[in-house]
Protein backbone atom coordinates (compact mmCIF):
# COMPACT_ATOMS: atom_id res chain seq x y z
CA UNK A 1 0.00 0.00 0.00
CA UNK A 2 1.33 3.62 -0.95
CA UNK A 3 2.79 5.73 1.82
CA UNK A 4 -0.17 8.38 0.86
CA UNK A 5 -2.80 5.71 1.66
CA UNK A 6 -1.38 4.81 5.20
CA UNK A 7 -3.91 6.29 7.63
CA UNK A 8 -3.13 7.92 11.42
CA UNK A 9 -5.06 9.27 13.98
CA UNK A 10 -3.57 12.45 14.04
CA UNK A 11 -5.42 13.04 10.89
CA UNK A 12 -8.94 13.65 12.18
CA UNK A 13 -9.16 17.31 12.97
CA UNK A 14 -12.52 18.27 15.37
CA UNK A 15 -13.10 21.89 14.94
CA UNK A 16 -16.36 24.43 15.36
CA UNK A 17 -18.13 24.98 12.44
CA UNK A 18 -19.68 28.30 13.20
CA UNK A 19 -17.01 29.46 15.38
CA UNK A 20 -18.06 33.41 15.52
CA UNK A 21 -22.06 32.09 16.60
CA UNK A 22 -22.94 31.60 19.98
CA UNK A 23 -23.64 27.97 19.60
CA UNK A 24 -22.04 25.66 17.12
CA UNK A 25 -21.96 22.02 15.67
CA UNK A 26 -19.04 20.65 16.06
CA UNK A 27 -17.32 19.28 12.57
CA UNK A 28 -14.60 16.34 11.85
CA UNK A 29 -12.25 17.00 9.13
CA UNK A 30 -9.63 14.70 7.12
CA UNK A 31 -8.12 14.57 3.78
CA UNK A 32 -8.46 11.01 2.24
CA UNK A 33 -6.59 10.35 -1.16
CA UNK A 34 -6.00 14.17 -1.77
CA UNK A 35 -9.89 15.03 -1.02
CA UNK A 36 -10.90 16.78 1.75
CA UNK A 37 -13.97 14.73 3.88
CA UNK A 38 -16.33 16.59 6.45
CA UNK A 39 -18.82 15.17 9.23
CA UNK A 40 -20.85 16.77 11.44
CA UNK A 41 -21.90 15.88 14.66
CA UNK A 42 -25.03 15.88 14.90
CA UNK A 43 -27.05 19.06 16.84
CA UNK A 44 -27.78 17.05 20.36
CA UNK A 45 -23.58 17.77 20.18
CA UNK A 46 -24.13 21.10 19.68
CA UNK A 47 -21.90 23.61 22.06
CA UNK A 48 -21.63 26.85 23.30
CA UNK A 49 -18.58 28.37 21.65
CA UNK A 50 -17.23 29.68 24.59
CA UNK A 51 -16.86 26.08 26.26
CA UNK A 52 -14.42 25.02 23.25
CA UNK A 53 -11.17 24.36 23.21
CA UNK A 54 -9.46 25.78 20.38
CA UNK A 55 -6.27 24.01 21.40
CA UNK A 56 -7.29 20.82 22.30
CA UNK A 57 -10.06 20.55 20.15
CA UNK A 58 -12.03 19.13 22.82
CA UNK A 59 -15.04 21.16 25.13
CA UNK A 60 -13.97 22.31 28.50
CA UNK A 61 -14.27 19.84 31.28
CA UNK A 62 -13.59 21.59 34.14
CA UNK A 63 -14.20 24.49 36.28
CA UNK A 64 -10.15 25.58 35.91
CA UNK A 65 -11.08 25.82 32.15
CA UNK A 66 -13.87 28.46 32.12
CA UNK A 67 -15.56 29.90 35.39
CA UNK A 68 -19.70 29.12 34.41
CA UNK A 69 -18.27 25.09 35.07
CA UNK A 70 -18.09 25.75 38.42
CA UNK A 71 -20.99 24.40 40.69
CA UNK A 72 -23.10 23.47 37.27
CA UNK A 73 -22.48 19.65 37.47
CA UNK A 74 -25.19 19.27 34.56
CA UNK A 75 -22.97 21.15 32.16
CA UNK A 76 -19.68 19.50 33.60
CA UNK A 77 -21.61 16.24 32.54
CA UNK A 78 -23.04 17.93 29.09
CA UNK A 79 -20.03 19.04 27.87
CA UNK A 80 -18.59 15.85 29.27
CA UNK A 81 -20.78 14.09 26.91
CA UNK A 82 -20.07 15.97 23.81
CA UNK A 83 -16.67 14.87 23.88
CA UNK A 84 -16.90 11.22 24.57
CA UNK A 85 -19.34 11.70 21.54
CA UNK A 86 -15.74 13.22 19.63
CA UNK A 87 -13.97 10.18 20.29
CA UNK A 88 -17.18 7.67 19.65
CA UNK A 89 -16.93 9.15 16.14
CA UNK A 90 -13.19 9.25 16.04
CA UNK A 91 -12.84 5.81 16.90
CA UNK A 92 -15.67 4.69 14.43
CA UNK A 93 -13.77 6.01 11.90
CA UNK A 94 -10.50 4.52 12.19
CA UNK A 95 -12.51 1.16 12.70
CA UNK A 96 -14.19 1.74 9.39
CA UNK A 97 -10.86 3.19 7.43
CA UNK A 98 -8.86 -0.19 9.31
CA UNK A 99 -11.90 -2.87 7.79
CA UNK A 100 -11.16 -1.35 4.28
CA UNK A 101 -7.67 -1.31 4.58
CA UNK A 102 -7.60 -4.99 5.70
CA UNK A 103 -9.53 -6.18 2.50
CA UNK A 104 -6.96 -3.81 0.58
CA UNK A 105 -9.43 -1.21 0.17
CA UNK A 106 -8.92 2.06 -0.24
CA UNK A 107 -12.24 3.89 0.88
CA UNK A 108 -13.17 6.77 -1.05
CA UNK A 109 -14.33 10.30 1.49
CA UNK A 110 -17.89 9.51 -0.14
CA UNK A 111 -17.60 5.96 1.49
CA UNK A 112 -16.43 7.18 4.78
CA UNK A 113 -18.99 9.78 4.90
CA UNK A 114 -21.77 7.04 3.89
CA UNK A 115 -20.54 4.17 6.70
CA UNK A 116 -19.96 6.94 9.32
CA UNK A 117 -23.17 7.98 8.89
CA UNK A 118 -24.71 4.01 9.08
CA UNK A 119 -22.18 3.27 12.08
CA UNK A 120 -23.04 6.58 14.15
CA UNK A 121 -26.60 6.85 13.63
CA UNK A 122 -29.40 7.46 16.20
CA UNK A 123 -31.78 4.35 17.55
CA UNK A 124 -34.92 5.35 18.99
CA UNK A 125 -36.08 8.68 20.49
CA UNK A 126 -33.45 11.21 21.56
CA UNK A 127 -33.07 12.24 25.07
CA UNK A 128 -34.33 15.54 25.88
CA UNK A 129 -31.98 18.33 25.88
CA UNK A 130 -31.28 19.39 29.11
CA UNK A 131 -31.43 23.21 29.82
CA UNK A 132 -28.32 25.57 30.38
CA UNK A 133 -28.49 28.47 33.20
CA UNK A 134 -26.11 31.18 32.98
CA UNK A 135 -27.27 32.39 36.23
CA UNK A 136 -29.80 31.64 38.99
CA UNK A 137 -32.35 34.35 38.04
CA UNK A 138 -32.55 32.01 35.10
CA UNK A 139 -33.40 29.36 36.80
CA UNK A 140 -36.27 30.90 38.91
CA UNK A 141 -38.11 31.48 35.64
CA UNK A 142 -37.43 27.81 34.77
CA UNK A 143 -38.94 26.49 38.28
CA UNK A 144 -42.16 28.83 37.87
CA UNK A 145 -42.10 27.13 34.72
CA UNK A 146 -42.09 24.23 35.41
CA UNK A 147 -44.73 24.51 38.17
CA UNK A 148 -47.07 26.35 35.71
CA UNK A 149 -46.54 23.37 33.89
CA UNK A 150 -47.89 20.90 36.96
CA UNK A 151 -43.94 19.32 36.91
CA UNK A 152 -44.02 20.46 39.89
CA UNK A 153 -46.58 19.78 42.82
CA UNK A 154 -47.69 20.38 46.40
CA UNK A 155 -45.02 17.94 48.11
CA UNK A 156 -48.12 16.91 50.72
CA UNK A 157 -51.19 17.21 48.83
CA UNK A 158 -49.47 16.68 45.03
CA UNK A 159 -51.93 19.25 44.04
CA UNK A 160 -50.65 22.13 41.72
CA UNK A 161 -49.20 24.77 42.84
CA UNK A 162 -51.49 27.93 43.69
CA UNK A 163 -51.44 31.17 41.70
CA UNK A 164 -50.98 32.69 45.28
CA UNK A 165 -47.73 31.02 45.82
CA UNK A 166 -46.54 31.37 41.89
CA UNK A 167 -47.07 35.14 42.85
CA UNK A 168 -44.60 34.67 45.74
CA UNK A 169 -41.79 33.24 43.56
CA UNK A 170 -42.37 36.29 41.17
CA UNK A 171 -42.05 38.88 43.70
CA UNK A 172 -39.22 37.21 45.08
CA UNK A 173 -37.25 36.84 41.58
CA UNK A 174 -38.35 40.98 41.18
CA UNK A 175 -36.53 41.73 44.54
CA UNK A 176 -34.01 39.23 43.75
CA UNK A 177 -33.14 41.67 40.36
CA UNK A 178 -33.67 44.71 42.36
CA UNK A 179 -30.94 43.66 44.68
CA UNK A 180 -28.79 42.32 42.02
CA UNK A 181 -28.83 45.71 40.19
CA UNK A 182 -28.43 47.65 43.59
CA UNK A 183 -25.11 45.69 44.41
CA UNK A 184 -23.93 45.33 40.38
CA UNK A 185 -23.85 41.98 40.72
CA UNK A 186 -24.73 38.86 38.78
CA UNK A 187 -26.56 36.02 40.98
CA UNK A 188 -24.71 32.99 39.65
CA UNK A 189 -25.67 29.51 42.15
CA UNK A 190 -22.64 29.57 43.70
CA UNK A 191 -23.40 32.87 45.27
CA UNK A 192 -26.04 32.08 47.20
CA UNK A 193 -24.26 31.93 50.20
CA UNK A 194 -24.84 32.98 53.74
CA UNK A 195 -22.76 35.84 53.09
CA UNK A 196 -24.93 36.40 50.18
CA UNK A 197 -28.88 36.11 52.50
CA UNK A 198 -26.90 38.61 55.27
CA UNK A 199 -26.67 40.87 52.25
CA UNK A 200 -29.98 40.60 50.96
CA UNK A 201 -31.19 41.23 54.98
CA UNK A 202 -29.42 44.32 54.87
CA UNK A 203 -30.59 45.26 51.32
CA UNK A 204 -34.14 44.83 52.17
CA UNK A 205 -33.66 46.33 55.73
CA UNK A 206 -33.00 49.18 53.42
CA UNK A 207 -35.42 49.42 51.10
CA UNK A 208 -39.25 50.06 50.83
CA UNK A 209 -42.31 48.52 49.20
CA UNK A 210 -45.44 50.49 48.45
CA UNK A 211 -47.03 49.66 52.09
CA UNK A 212 -43.38 50.63 53.79
CA UNK A 213 -40.58 48.65 55.65
CA UNK A 214 -40.09 44.84 54.94
CA UNK A 215 -41.03 43.36 58.06
CA UNK A 216 -39.15 40.02 59.54
CA UNK A 217 -41.28 37.51 58.07
CA UNK A 218 -41.96 39.19 54.74
CA UNK A 219 -37.96 38.46 54.36
CA UNK A 220 -38.30 35.37 55.81
CA UNK A 221 -40.77 34.74 52.97
CA UNK A 222 -38.00 35.54 50.38
CA UNK A 223 -35.82 33.51 51.71
CA UNK A 224 -37.56 30.52 52.15
CA UNK A 225 -38.45 30.69 48.62
CA UNK A 226 -34.66 30.97 47.74
CA UNK A 227 -34.00 27.93 49.85
CA UNK A 228 -36.45 26.26 47.82
CA UNK A 229 -35.26 26.64 44.42
CA UNK A 230 -31.94 26.24 45.33
CA UNK A 231 -32.96 22.52 46.49
CA UNK A 232 -34.22 21.65 43.59
CA UNK A 233 -31.43 22.85 41.39
CA UNK A 234 -29.22 20.65 43.78
CA UNK A 235 -31.14 17.89 43.72
CA UNK A 236 -31.16 18.04 39.79
CA UNK A 237 -27.74 18.48 39.29
CA UNK A 238 -27.67 21.98 37.90
CA UNK A 239 -25.33 23.29 40.88
CA UNK A 240 -23.23 21.31 43.59
CA UNK A 241 -23.99 24.86 45.86
CA UNK A 242 -24.80 23.64 49.44
CA UNK A 243 -24.67 26.53 51.38
CA UNK A 244 -28.84 27.04 51.77
CA UNK A 245 -28.67 24.14 53.39
CA UNK A 246 -26.74 25.08 56.15
CA UNK A 247 -27.79 26.38 59.21
CA UNK A 248 -26.43 30.24 58.91
CA UNK A 249 -29.06 30.29 55.74
CA UNK A 250 -31.81 30.06 58.56
CA UNK A 251 -35.34 31.25 57.38
CA UNK A 252 -36.27 35.06 58.97
CA UNK A 253 -39.24 34.62 61.43
CA UNK A 254 -41.52 36.40 64.03
CA UNK A 255 -44.32 35.42 65.94
CA UNK A 256 -46.95 37.30 63.37
CA UNK A 257 -48.91 39.72 65.34
CA UNK A 258 -52.62 38.45 63.60
CA UNK A 259 -55.82 38.83 65.24
CA UNK A 260 -58.86 36.67 65.79
CA UNK A 261 -62.62 37.79 66.32
CA UNK A 262 -64.66 36.66 69.71
CA UNK A 263 -68.02 35.22 70.19
CA UNK A 264 -68.81 38.43 71.15
CA UNK A 265 -67.29 40.35 68.36
CA UNK A 266 -69.07 37.71 65.74
CA UNK A 267 -72.46 38.55 67.26
CA UNK A 268 -71.99 41.91 67.17
CA UNK A 269 -71.14 41.47 63.66
CA UNK A 270 -74.17 39.12 62.71
CA UNK A 271 -76.55 41.65 63.98
CA UNK A 272 -75.82 44.24 61.68
CA UNK A 273 -78.62 45.15 58.99
CA UNK A 274 -76.91 45.06 56.00
CA UNK A 275 -78.08 45.50 52.17
CA UNK A 276 -77.70 42.49 50.17
CA UNK A 277 -74.29 42.60 48.73
CA UNK A 278 -72.80 43.95 52.06
CA UNK A 279 -74.69 40.98 53.96
CA UNK A 280 -73.12 38.23 51.28
CA UNK A 281 -69.57 39.23 52.14
CA UNK A 282 -70.61 39.17 55.88
CA UNK A 283 -72.02 35.88 56.07
CA UNK A 284 -69.38 34.07 53.67
CA UNK A 285 -66.79 35.21 56.58
CA UNK A 286 -68.81 33.89 59.08
CA UNK A 287 -69.13 30.63 57.67
CA UNK A 288 -65.51 30.75 57.39
CA UNK A 289 -65.20 31.62 61.03
CA UNK A 290 -67.97 28.67 62.47
CA UNK A 291 -66.59 26.22 60.21
CA UNK A 292 -62.55 26.52 59.92
CA UNK A 293 -62.28 27.36 56.26
CA UNK A 294 -60.38 28.67 54.24
CA UNK A 295 -61.54 31.46 51.97
CA UNK A 296 -60.64 29.31 48.34
CA UNK A 297 -62.72 26.28 50.49
CA UNK A 298 -65.34 28.53 50.57
CA UNK A 299 -65.63 29.87 47.27
CA UNK A 300 -66.22 26.55 46.32
CA UNK A 301 -68.73 25.63 48.71
CA UNK A 302 -72.16 24.24 47.12
CA UNK A 303 -74.62 22.36 48.23
CA UNK A 304 -73.61 19.34 47.69
CA UNK A 305 -71.32 19.74 50.32
CA UNK A 306 -74.03 20.62 52.95
CA UNK A 307 -76.07 17.53 54.67
CA UNK A 308 -79.17 19.16 56.58
CA UNK A 309 -80.22 15.72 57.82
CA UNK A 310 -76.71 15.15 59.36
CA UNK A 311 -75.87 18.69 60.18
CA UNK A 312 -72.29 18.34 58.24
CA UNK A 313 -70.05 19.95 55.68
CA UNK A 314 -67.89 17.37 54.13
CA UNK A 315 -65.49 18.54 51.58
CA UNK A 316 -61.67 17.85 50.56
CA UNK A 317 -59.37 20.97 51.04
CA UNK A 318 -58.35 22.96 47.75
CA UNK A 319 -54.99 23.57 49.41
CA UNK A 320 -54.23 20.46 51.10
CA UNK A 321 -56.64 17.89 49.30
CA UNK A 322 -57.70 16.49 53.16
CA UNK A 323 -61.02 15.72 53.57
CA UNK A 324 -62.78 17.42 56.67
CA UNK A 325 -65.92 16.57 58.03
CA UNK A 326 -67.68 19.74 60.15
CA UNK A 327 -70.84 19.82 61.86
CA UNK A 328 -72.89 23.22 61.26
CA UNK A 329 -73.20 25.66 63.83
CA UNK A 330 -76.84 26.92 64.85
CA UNK A 331 -75.45 30.61 63.14
CA UNK A 332 -73.86 28.34 60.06
CA UNK A 333 -77.76 26.80 59.68
CA UNK A 334 -79.34 30.17 59.85
CA UNK A 335 -76.96 31.49 57.03
CA UNK A 336 -77.54 28.87 54.91
CA UNK A 337 -81.77 28.57 55.62
CA UNK A 338 -81.64 32.61 54.39
CA UNK A 339 -80.30 31.63 51.06
CA UNK A 340 -81.90 28.50 50.27
CA UNK A 341 -79.03 26.21 51.54
CA UNK A 342 -76.62 27.49 49.05
CA UNK A 343 -73.59 29.18 50.31
CA UNK A 344 -74.08 33.24 49.61
CA UNK A 345 -72.43 34.60 46.64
CA UNK A 346 -68.16 35.19 46.99
CA UNK A 347 -66.77 38.38 45.85
CA UNK A 348 -62.64 38.52 45.15
CA UNK A 349 -60.23 38.12 48.42
CA UNK A 350 -59.25 41.86 47.86
CA UNK A 351 -63.00 42.64 47.84
CA UNK A 352 -63.55 41.24 50.61
CA UNK A 353 -60.93 42.38 52.94
CA UNK A 354 -62.16 45.84 52.09
CA UNK A 355 -65.54 45.49 52.89
CA UNK A 356 -64.86 43.38 56.28
CA UNK A 357 -62.63 46.30 57.48
CA UNK A 358 -65.75 48.20 56.96
CA UNK A 359 -68.34 46.08 58.29
CA UNK A 360 -66.16 45.32 61.64
CA UNK A 361 -65.36 48.67 62.03
CA UNK A 362 -69.45 49.26 61.79
CA UNK A 363 -69.86 46.01 64.14
CA UNK A 364 -67.90 48.08 66.95
CA UNK A 365 -64.67 46.15 66.67
CA UNK A 366 -62.20 48.85 67.40
CA UNK A 367 -60.44 48.27 70.16
CA UNK A 368 -56.80 49.42 70.06
CA UNK A 369 -54.00 46.91 70.08
CA UNK A 370 -50.18 47.35 70.27
CA UNK A 371 -47.30 45.50 69.85
CA UNK A 372 -43.65 45.22 68.42
CA UNK A 373 -42.19 44.09 65.30
CA UNK A 374 -38.98 44.10 63.40
CA UNK A 375 -39.09 46.28 60.16
CA UNK A 376 -36.71 47.81 58.34
CA UNK A 377 -33.79 46.07 60.81
CA UNK A 378 -34.96 47.73 63.93
CA UNK A 379 -38.09 47.15 66.36
CA UNK A 380 -40.26 49.71 66.67
CA UNK A 381 -43.79 49.57 68.63
CA UNK A 382 -47.10 49.56 66.12
CA UNK A 383 -50.80 50.90 67.03
CA UNK A 384 -53.83 49.88 65.41
CA UNK A 385 -57.65 49.68 65.93
CA UNK A 386 -58.25 45.96 65.59
CA UNK A 387 -60.95 46.13 62.25
CA UNK A 388 -57.64 47.35 60.24
CA UNK A 389 -56.10 43.98 60.58
CA UNK A 390 -59.28 41.60 59.88
CA UNK A 391 -59.08 39.50 56.52
CA UNK A 392 -60.61 36.63 55.15
CA UNK A 393 -57.53 34.58 56.75
CA UNK A 394 -59.11 36.34 60.16
CA UNK A 395 -62.08 33.45 60.13
CA UNK A 396 -60.03 30.35 60.23
CA UNK A 397 -58.10 31.45 63.24
CA UNK A 398 -60.91 32.74 65.01
CA UNK A 399 -62.61 29.04 64.37
CA UNK A 400 -59.67 27.72 65.75
CA UNK A 401 -59.03 30.32 68.97
CA UNK A 402 -62.82 30.13 69.83
CA UNK A 403 -62.74 26.21 69.98
CA UNK A 404 -60.13 26.20 72.00
CA UNK A 405 -61.47 28.51 74.12
CA UNK A 406 -64.65 26.42 74.43
CA UNK A 407 -62.24 23.61 75.29
CA UNK A 408 -62.65 21.19 72.48
CA UNK A 409 -59.41 19.39 72.54
CA UNK A 410 -56.65 20.45 69.74
CA UNK A 411 -57.31 17.14 67.75
CA UNK A 412 -60.82 17.86 67.44
CA UNK A 413 -60.10 21.42 66.35
CA UNK A 414 -57.16 19.95 63.88
CA UNK A 415 -59.39 17.35 62.16
CA UNK A 416 -61.55 19.87 61.08
CA UNK A 417 -59.20 22.55 60.13
CA UNK A 418 -57.09 19.92 58.30
CA UNK A 419 -53.92 20.92 59.81
CA UNK A 420 -51.16 17.78 60.30
CA UNK A 421 -49.07 18.64 62.90
CA UNK A 422 -50.14 20.75 66.31
CA UNK A 423 -47.65 22.78 66.35
CA UNK A 424 -48.90 24.32 62.71
CA UNK A 425 -52.25 24.05 64.36
CA UNK A 426 -51.24 26.16 68.02
CA UNK A 427 -50.09 29.27 65.40
CA UNK A 428 -53.78 29.52 64.86
CA UNK A 429 -54.38 30.22 68.62
CA UNK A 430 -54.47 33.95 69.73
CA UNK A 431 -55.39 34.05 73.09
CA UNK A 432 -54.25 36.92 75.05
CA UNK A 433 -51.67 35.92 78.50
CA UNK A 434 -54.71 37.27 80.11
CA UNK A 435 -57.51 34.80 77.97
CA UNK A 436 -55.42 31.82 78.83
CA UNK A 437 -55.38 33.08 82.62
CA UNK A 438 -58.88 33.21 82.80
CA UNK A 439 -59.43 29.74 80.42
CA UNK A 440 -57.38 28.05 82.99
CA UNK A 441 -57.95 29.87 86.18
CA UNK A 442 -60.91 26.92 87.45
CA UNK A 443 -58.42 23.78 86.72
CA UNK A 444 -58.03 22.18 89.98
CA UNK A 445 -54.34 22.42 90.29
CA UNK A 446 -55.00 26.28 90.79
CA UNK A 447 -57.27 25.40 93.52
Not at 7 to 23: D, G, P, V
Not at 52 to 78: C, I, Y
Not at 400 to 409: D, I, P
Amino acid sequence: MNNKNIFTRSQIKFSLKNATEEFSLIRLRMTVNGVRFSYCLPADYKIKTDYWDKDAKRAFETAKQHKDLKGNPRLVVSLQNINREIEKTASALIDIIETYRSQNITPTASILQNELRKQLKYKGKQEEEKPFFPDFMSYIDYYIDLCKQGKILNIDSSTRISDGTLATYKSTKNILKKYATARNVVLSFDSITGEFRKDFINFLYETKHNKGEYKANSIGKFIKIIKVIMGHALENNFTTNKSSLKRDFRVLREDANTIYLSEKELDALYALELPPNQAEVRDCFLIACDTGLRYSDISALSRRHINMETKMITLITYKTNTKVVIPMRKRVREILKKYNWRPPHTQSNQATNRMLKKLCEQAGITELISYTEMAGGTRKECTFRKFEKVTTHTARRSFATNAFMQKLSPLSIMAMTGHKTETSFMKYIRISKEENAQLIQDHKFFE
